[in-house]
């Protein structure tokens, strides 16, 4: 049950970011992250308030290899759109350390325009380790960030490992930066990230970069023919820009629009974005139910003890599964 002294809070923080108070909405933004219950509380209760003011962005998720120029691409980007009039929002997905907590990406030193732009709010989600609870706290900055008026939310994941699968599902539409290079580099390429761009670009496709730009761009298409397309409505386009030099980024983002447009009209947008909704809420069900796991002491008393047993070869991984679960009443 939120506080009375907790409610005129949360009116006050809702009523800034509707505003679009900076302040407001990253004081907001660390309230969701906090994992403490009676912040929890207040989260829920203020993500709820501001429910109604959300789901107009364009949501954007962006991944590539690290060296790909994600973070070059991002802020040039954001600085066209800006300069159109759109109001941007970075997060990105950040796989903090777990022994330090501290972030591997580094976003408002590598993105210098946008750190800038008054139209433009960067944010990192540190991980700490926990994939499934940055995804969670994700989307709901993603939210915030949509009540605070910005329409276009950008996503980026360090781009190697499971965040792409996670970020492919909260967003619209998945764009994967590639580097020039072709047959080597079509090796290297995972088939499940293939399977859920929506757009390949190829980057860094100025000077003399251009021609192996097209070399490449041309066996990304031939990759992409050979996979079933998500929708019935869009075959995933391959293009070559140059985040760095400022070209083929109109291209790419008329390419997005048009993806926009045409889910709307066949109604795969509204599905997917109600089937989000849903698998948010697992999502948070699954999180929510391993902290009550951990913070049960009758599991925390034993679970040393199992734990060895696992590790010893005395007691069967399922077993010891088993016997947790009835400590859990289940």
């Known amino acids: 049950m939120v506080k009375t002294t907790d409610s005129a809070r949360i009116a006050d923080l809702a009523a800034g970011i509707r505003a ?15 994992r403490k219950p009676a912040h929890r509380e207040m989260a829920e209760a203020l993500l709820q308030e501001l429910l109604p003011d959300t789901g107009g962005a364009r949501r954007i998720g962006i991944t590539g ?11 040039t ?18 796989p903090s350390s777990s022994r330090t907590g501290g972030s591997i990406l580094g976003d408002k030193t590598r993105m210098a325009q946008l750190a800038i732009d008054p139209n433009a709010f960067i944010r990192p ?13 994700t989307r709901e900055t993603m939210l915030l960030c949509e009540a605070a008026g910005f329409d276009v ?7 190697i490992g499971q965040s ?14 590639m580097l020039p290079g072709a047959g080597d580099e079509l090796q290297g390429i995972k088939k499940g990230v293939l399977e859920i761009a929506d757009m390949i670009a190829v980057n860094k496709a100025d000077g003399e970069g251009a021609t192996r730009a097209r070399a490449a761009a041309a066996e990304y298409r031939a990759a992409l023919h050979i996979l079933a397309p998500r929708s ?30 045409k889910t709307t009209a066949s109604g795969d947008f509204q599905k997917v974005r109600a089937t989000q909704k849903v698998a948010w809420m697992w999502s948070m069900l699954e999180d929510r139910m391993m902290q009550a796991l951990r913070n049960n002491p009758a599991v925390g008393a034993r679970l040393p003890e199992l734990e060895a047993s696992v590790r010893d070869g005395r007691l069967s991984a399922s077993r010891a599964v088993g016997q ?7």
């Open 20 to 34: 679009g108070a900076r302040a407001k909405l990253a004081r907001a933004i660390t309230l969701v992250e906090s």
């Open 164 to 177: 792409e699968i996670t970020v492919a599902e909260m967003v619209d539409f998945f764009l994967v930066l």
């Open 77 to 94: 980007l954001g600085s066209n759109l800006t300069a159109k009039g759109h109001k941007v929002a970075v997060l990105a997905v950040d």
């Open 153 to 159: 939310v950008l996503v980026e994941t360090v781009g």
């Open 324 to 330: 947790i679960a009835k400590l859990m009443g289940l």
């Open 232 to 261: 019935a409505v869009w075959t995933p386009p391959v293009v070559t820009i140059s985040g760095l030099a400022n070209e083929g980024l109109d291209t790419m983002w008329t390419q997005i629009e048009m993806h926009r447009e």
């Open 125 to 137: 989600s540190p991980s700490s380790g926990t994939l499934g609870g940055v995804a969670a706290k």
């Open 65 to 75: 290899v690290p060296g790909v120029g994600k973070s070059t691409t991002i802020d």
